[in-house]
Each structure stands twice: as C-alpha cells, then as structure tokens.
C-alpha cells in the first residue's frame, strides 16, 4: 500500500500552466477524489502520478520516496482511465490475465487472481466472452479487473465511467466504493460529478483552473465550502446567492438584502471574528433544501416573493421564485402546492448561511 505526496507540483504546457503549486497528501488506503470541471488540471496531475507526463517543477512522493525520475513500470500502480481500451480479440479472462502474463507470473496465480476478480467483480459467469458481447458497465468492470489482478499499491482512475448511464454509474459508484474499501488499496480517483466524489471519497480535493480550492472530507466540503466558488459548483440544485450587505443598528449588525433584513447572532459575529464590519459587500449563500416556503406570512416565513416556476422532481418539488427580482431557488415537499405567479413567503435557516465576501468569494461565515 502506498502513502502518496504531491508537493508544490507546477505543470506547464509550453507557457501555460495546467497545474499550479499542487499540494496533496493521500494516506495509505484511502480514497481520495479529485474533482473539478473539464480543463482544471485533473487529468494532467493523474499522468504525472502515472509517470507519463514530465512534471515541471515540485516533487511526488510514494511511501515518502522521490519518485519524479521513476518509470511508469516501477511505480506499482494501476490505472483506470476514461477510454479504457479493452483487447477485441481477447476473452473477458485473457484481458485481465494479459499484464501477468507479461510479467511471467505462473498459470495456476495468473488464474487464481482473474477467477478473484472475477467473483468481487461479478464477472465469473462472462469470462470466456470478448469485449464485443459485453455491456458498458460489464466492459468497466472488466477494465478494473484488468487493474486490480495486478494487486497495485495505488489506483489511479480517471473518469472511469464518465461514459455509463445514469443508472449504471450510480451502481458503479457504490461497486467501486465497496471494491475499494475490501481491498484497502490507496485510490486517486479523478471526476467531474460531484455527485461520484460526495458518494465515494473519503476526502475530496477540488480543483478549479490548476489551482486547488479545497481539501476536506464530503461533508466539509458540502458544509463548509472555503468559498464561493466552491459552494457553488457543490450541490444540486445549486446553492443560492443573494447580494447583501452588513449594516449596523442599535449595535448590532444586520445582513441587509433589500428584500429583508436579519441580525447576526452570536455565533455568526464569532465566526466573523472581525473579518466584515459594517458596510461590507457579501454574498449570502443558502441551498435550496434549507429555504422553507409557505403561503401565508409567518413569523418562520418573513421574505416575501412571487413563484416564477415549480418543477417536480421525483420526491422534491423545485420551486423559483422571485424575492425583490433576486432568482431563490427552494427544494419543497412535492404535496406543495404553487402556481406560478402566486405570492409566496420564504423562511432562511439562519444557522445554514454562508456569507461569502462578494468580491473575492472568500468565506467570512
Ligand atoms: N498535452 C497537452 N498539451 C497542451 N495542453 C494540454 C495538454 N494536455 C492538457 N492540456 C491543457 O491543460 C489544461 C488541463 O487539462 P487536463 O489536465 O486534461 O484537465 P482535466 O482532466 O481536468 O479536464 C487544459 O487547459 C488542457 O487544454
Ligand atoms: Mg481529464
């Protein structure tokens, strides 16, 4: 098993930069999702770890060893990426016996390890069948037998299965996460879904243009995002920013949309610990599973809007309405019943804000 340190890692492409100052630790069998959208640098850092791209500047280190100038052979990994290329004209067996074959390894290991992937991939029933006869999820499957006979120390896979439906990726995401905690082999997985990071990672690192924003576990990251930026592209629906800001009065700071107005407790000045003062220009930040709406005003329900449009989700009801012409998106109950056009009363859950400052996106609460 393998302990992985990326350290102040920079790869440029010519003059331009897809990774910046990069540092990451992974601890030995833990997974570890690095997730942002296309273009962020994602894939470049997985091909450095690989060993298959020069890296510019910085060090990674496994197991606390310098490991730059070592080839992709030596590095005892085992990678899994987007277009996993299965051999044709090779069975279902002979595609995960193939890198062992190379590597000389016995006949009876070689199939003790394909007939143990099999069975922890569900795959003993198609294991004299070629790629052409298989499903997408069974040719995924197939491809991580074809890493994990290999017994590696680390994992390195790369949108895995961008390519899958909805249905089967969501099977995936939990077949993955239970393969990988069975074989307690350390895992970077790089997506673009927050979806597959919130559900399988034990911490995500989430990068935004080669610039890493954030390092937490699913729920850190979903609770506390480190900014804007972030709290923005975790979560779905996406989280709702209104432009306020803090004013002062009788002594107490209010955070001041001009739809309404609320005094920060104690807890949020604490959080604040100086860091906005009156006048400040902030975003509040609230997700749309924590506005409640009514259709009467209610000491709970104080900010008046208009329902725009609802949309039934399945067990949720979305609802857009119009507060003072700033767009609040709520997550309901589907027995709400709204039309467009009614007048409608939002309540904020105040110990779930987030205030972010409107210029640079830092988090103040
Ligand atoms: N071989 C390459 N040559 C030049 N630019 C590249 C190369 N590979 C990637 N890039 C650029 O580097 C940036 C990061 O790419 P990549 O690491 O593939 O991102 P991601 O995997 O997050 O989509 C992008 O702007 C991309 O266009
Ligand atoms: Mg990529």
């Known amino acids: 098993m393998a302990s992985i340190s990326i350290k102040s890692v920079w790869k ?17 069998g833990e997974f570890v999702c690095i997730l942002g959208p296309s273009g962020c640098g994602k894939s470049s850092t997985m091909r450095m770890l690989a060993g298959l791209e020069h890296i510019t500047a910085g060090d990674i280190l496994f197991n606390d060893k310098r490991i730059n100038d070592l080839p992709p052979k030596d590095r005892n990994l085992a990678m899994v990426f987007e277009n996993y290329a299965l051999y044709p004209h090779k069975s279902v067996y002979d595609n995960m016996a193939n890198a062992l074959k190379i590597q000389k390894v016995d ?6 390890k394909v007939k143990w992937a099999a069975e922890l991939l569900e795959l003993s029933p198609l294991l004299d069948r ?10 995924q499957r197939c491809a991580i037998g074809r890493a994990i006979v290999r017994e590696p120390e680390l994992f390195l896979f790369d949108e895995p299965i961008a390519h899958l439906d909805a249905k089967l990726r969501a099977h995936m995401r939990s077949e993955l996460k239970i393969m990988q905690r069975r074989l ?10 927050q979806l597959e990071a919130l559900s399988m990672a034990d911490r995500i690192a989430v990068m935004r243009d080669g610039v890493l924003q954030q390092v937490g576990t699913p729920s ?6 480190a900014n804007q930026w972030v709290a923005g592209f975790i979560g779905e629906p996406a989280m709702n920013f209104l432009d306020c800001s ?5 002594g107490h700071l209010h955070l001041s949309h001009n739809a309404f107005s609320f005094a920060l407790n104690a807890e949020h000045i604490a959080k604040l610990n100086g860091s906005a003062k009156e006048h400040s220009q902030v975003h509040m930040g609230i997700r749309p599973e924590h506005v409640t709406i009514s259709a009467r005003a209610t000491p709970e329900h104080p900010i008046k809007g208009e329902v725009l449009v609802t949309e039934l989700l399945g067990g ?3 609802v857009e309405a119009n507060v003072n012409d700033t767009r609040v998106t709520i997550k309901t109950d589907p027995d709400y019943i709204a039309d467009m056009g009614d007048t409608c009363y939002l309540g904020m859950d105040t110990s779930r804000w987030h205030l972010f400052e409107r210029e640079s996106g830092v988090s103040l609460i």
């Open 12 to 28: 440029y492409y010519g003059d331009t930069p897809a990774v910046k100052d990069l540092n990451l630790e992974c601890l030995d």
């Open 107 to 112: 006949k009876a290991t070689i199939d003790k």
């Open 130 to 139: 070629k790629p052409l006869e298989l499903s997408g999820g069974q040719k």
């Open 184 to 193: 307690k082999t350390t895992m970077i997985y790089v997506t673009h879904d």
């Open 220 to 225: 850190e990251i979903y609770n506390q995002p």
């Open 246 to 250: 803090l004013t002062e009065s009788n």
């Open 316 to 318: 949720d009801l979305l």
